[in-house]
């Protein structure tokens, strides 16, 4: 993909606990064309009780953000750096220019807003004397609209894009602060399958395989954490269990299994997937 349309994940938080997010509503859209639902986390200002409407900036499991900047999807933000190298560099003229902007925004506003103050004056049959507005009330209806995505940022964020050597260190530390490596060698088998995940602790695992998009789909798997199925032992207790729940919840429970190759650690793992399922159950 061509630097200029490349996705920006921005990591937020310090030390092995950054989150991935993604504040851009295009670049939301990009993911969700190529398979990649992720969360919405933010609460809209004008229904902050009501948790299913929720609105930018979209967080991305681990594995998503490692898998989007290995296939040269996107990109990594180096999160509150970024915003402070990126207010660094703001000039006078630039801060000018932004205060023009605002003030064209009011000054548009104020003339819409009284010829709509002089409609309802003619609608209710007053002059303009007899419904004279009140400019501080008119003052205080005007409104400032803030982007979902800085441009002023996006520019730093595009310099950390082309550089290869930070890239490389954002994505090992991120994939180090994973607690369980091998969740990203399940990760990238799935996708290769074409299935959309999603955290899967709600039923008990750790992703939620759908074979399309989420919102036309319902789920099918629910993938258990990677586990060297060699030599990392499986609980009969745990199989008889999550096989009831898979049952419970109509979904196949699946154990992810990572086979590491013994004579050089650092190839590629063989992945394999065993499906358990109740009999008899309609």
């Known amino acids: 993909m061509d630097g200029s349309n490349k996705i920006g994940i ?34 809209l200002p004008s229904a902050a009780q009501q948790n299913g409407f929720l609105s930018v ?49 009011f000054a548009e506003q104020r003339v819409f807003k009284r010829q709509q103050h002089a409609e309802k004056m003619a609608r209710l ?3 303009n004397a007899e419904g004279k507005e009140t400019p501080a009330l008119l003052e205080s209806s005007l409104f400032v609209e ?33 607690t369980n ?38 789920s099918h798997m629910t993938v258990q954490p990677a586990l060297d199925y060699r030599r990392d032992p499986l609980n009969l207790l745990q199989v008889v269990s999550g096989g009831r729940l898979g049952t419970g919840v109509k979904k ?4 992810a299994g990572v086979r590491a190759h013994e004579e050089q650690e650092d190839i590629e793992s063989d992945v394999s997937f065993f499906s358990i399922e109740w009999a008899g159950f309609g």
Not at 15 to 26: E, H, K
Not at 62 to 89: H, K, M, Q, Y
Not at 252 to 255: F, M, Q, R, S, T
Request: hydrophobic share 35%.
């Open 57 to 105: 900036p979209l967080r991305l499991m681990v594995e998503e953000a490692l898998w989007l900047t290995e296939t040269g999807v996107a990109f990594f933000i180096s999160g509150p750096e970024s915003v402070t190298t990126a207010a660094e560099t703001v000039t006078s003229s630039e801060m000018e220019r932004a205060r023009q902007e605002l003030e064209h925004s």
């Open 252 to 255: 196949l429970w699946v154990v």
């Open 10 to 43: 921005s990591l937020v938080g310090s030390g092995n606990g950054r989150i991935p997010l993604v504040f851009d509503i295009n670049d939301i859209k990009k993911l969700r064309d190529i398979g990649v639902a992720g969360i919405l986390s933010g609460t």
């Open 146 to 178: 803030i982007p979902s995505a800085s441009s002023l940022i996006s520019n730093e964020a595009k310099r950390q894009g082309n550089d290869p050597a930070q890239q490389q260190k954002l994505w090992h530390k991120l994939k180090d602060g994973c």
């Open 125 to 127: 049959g007053l002059s």
């Open 181 to 218: 490596p091998g969740d990203y060698r399940v990760y990238k088998a799935l996708k290769q399958q074409n299935y959309f995940l999603s955290p899967g602790a709600r039923f008990g695992g750790r992703f939620i395989a759908y074979p399309g998009d989420p919102l036309r789909y319902h």
